[in-house]
């Protein structure tokens, strides 16, 4: 497990666990956060674009309503993790 860590160390430029584990958690809400943005982008367009049918109007609202509501589920586990990463 330690030339796991050491690895890890040599890709993010730290070889504490603890930095490795909140490097990665980090990039990873990062990417999740860039993913909802652009699912919003979509149903955005999917929306503009509709041509009055209603059932895809109502799946472009749902789909906004969904990623917001992932959004916030992201802030608060990117609260959590650091949080825990500062107290532990």
Known sequence: ???GVEEAG???G???LRSVIQA??????AIMGAVAVLAIVIAGVMLVVQGGDES???RAI???IYVVA???LILIASAIVTF???HI
């Open 1 to 3: 497990m330690q030339e």
């Open 10 to 12: 040599r890709v993010t």
């Open 14 to 16: 730290d070889s504490d």
């Open 24 to 29: 990665t958690l980090d990039h990873g809400i």
């Open 56 to 58: 895809t109007r109502q």
């Open 62 to 64: 749902r789909a906004v």
């Open 70 to 72: 992932g959004l916030i």
């Open 84 to 86: 825990v990463a500062e």
